[in-house]
């Protein structure tokens, strides 16, 4: 089984700046693509960005341009750089992991809160 851990977020100004980390343990051969979601008051979860174990990245139009996702395989974490944050960023922020076999389920993380103070 694959473990993950948040961590990395806070409290901060508009226009600030966190950065979110996950660090994966366990059967870690059984990723494949990572990613980041949020999920802020009253809406669905969202994906935010998503990265690949050979580095492709793809984000949420909302993010892009302000946020980039990186991964080290040999850490087994993937980050959230986070900059010029906004109100509407404020959720709770999930780290999210593919498994390599499509029948089955992906792994999550218990979340961070991210809150940006207007």
């Known amino acids: 089984q694959v473990h993950l851990v948040e961590s990395g977020g806070g409290l901060v100004q508009a226009g600030g700046s966190l950065r979110l980390s996950c660090t994966a343990s366990g059967s870690t051969f059984s990723i494949n693509a990572m990613g980041w979601y949020r999920q802020a008051p009253g809406k669905q979860r969202e994906l935010v960005a998503m990265v690949t174990s050979g580095g492709s990245t793809n984000y949420a139009n909302s993010v892009k341009g302000r946020f980039t996702i990186s991964r080290d395989n040999v850490k087994n974490t993937v980050y959230l750089q986070m900059n010029s944050l906004k109100p509407e960023d404020t959720a709770v922020y999930y780290c999210?992991?593919?498994?390599?076999?499509?029948?089955?389920?992906?792994?999550w993380g218990q979340g961070t809160q991210v809150t940006v103070a207007s």
């Open positions: 999210n992991a593919e498994n390599r076999s499509p029948s089955l389920p992906s792994f």
